[in-house]
Nanobody, 118 residues
Framework: QVQVVESGGGLVQAGGSLRLSCAAS????????IGWYRQAPGKQRELVAG?????????NYADSVKGRFTISRDNAKNTVYLQMNSLKPEDAAVYYC??????????WGQGTQVTVSA
């Protein structure tokens, strides 16, 4: 059974930092491309950051978070991280982790809430 669990969300003041974690089980973690997405109330879900399978040598970021967020993975721990610095009120959203390998293997976590106070 595949499980994907995000954690690390919470309330932080603007300018602060949070580190989100996404732990997966029941899969061969290293073969999955992974993305962090977010969805704010009334808005569409958007890709925040992505990391390639294997060593994670390739990463990509939404323009809105470049230079502030860093995605990384630890295949030994079956975990991907999103380090978020210099948080802004507009970063507030539910953050989701997505693991994808091909068209069939596509898994989402339940999300973790990030709230940023001005």
């Amino acid at each position: 059974q595949v499980q994907v669990v995000e954690s690390g969300g919470g309330l932080v003041q603007a300018g602060g930092s949070l580190r989100l974690s996404c732990a997966a089980s029941g899969i061969t973690f290293s073969i999955y491309d992974i993305g962090w997405y977010r969805q704010a109330p009334g808005k569409q879900r958007e890709l925040v950051a992505g990391i390639s399978s294997g060593s994670g040598s390739s990463t990509n970021y939404a323009d809105s978070v470049k230079g502030r967020f860093t995605i990384s993975r630890d295949n030994a721990k079956n975990t991907v991280y999103l380090q978020m610095n210099s948080l802004k009120p507009e970063d507030a959203a539910v953050y989701y982790c997505n693991l994808k390998n091909g068209w069939i293997n596509d898994y989402w976590g339940q999300g973790t809430q990030v709230t940023v106070s001005a």
